[in-house]
């Protein structure tokens, strides 16, 4: 599998400068600086890929796509190329694990993160599977 694929999922959060912290210093993103006074919105960037944080207070809260429904797990899914050792640095880091990495039936080995607002980032690298 050859493609790339790029996409910045827009996740409703409770407190911007709370999340993104959470996203530097846990999973190794970094942003250049937030929009609004007070702070309602950033743009985060690492493991290739943009995530935007955005609180609406008093508007809306936070909505994991697994609270709307317990099938639907993922928030976004994120494609790397060095899936263990990104394992291991965001276990390192303390990122709240909430899928152990693992080989998975579809053709690809990942592992699932949670963020503070409970959004599931699941981060996977392609692998070519053996069919016996």
Request: net charge negative; with cysteine.
């Amino acid at each position: 599998m050859n493609e790339q694929f790029n996409i910045a999922p827009n996740f409703i959060v409770k407190d911007v400068v709370e999340s993104s912290a959470y996203y530097r210093d846990q999973l190794g993103f970094v942003h250049d600086g937030y929009s609004g006074d007070p702070p309602d919105f950033v743009i985060m960037q690492g493991l290739g890929s943009c995530i935007m944080l955005k609180s609406l207070t008093g508007v809306a809260s936070p909505c994991p796509n697994h609270k709307v429904h317990e099938d639907l797990g993922w928030d976004a899914y994120i494609c790397v190329s060095d899936v263990g050792a990104i394992y291991q640095d965001l276990r390192l880091r303390g990122a709240r694990i909430h899928r152990e990495i693992e080989n998975a039936p579809y053709g690809f080995r990942d592992f699932e993160v949670q963020d503070l607002d409970g959004y599931i980032l699941c981060i996977g690298q392609y692998i070519d599977v053996v069919k016996i």
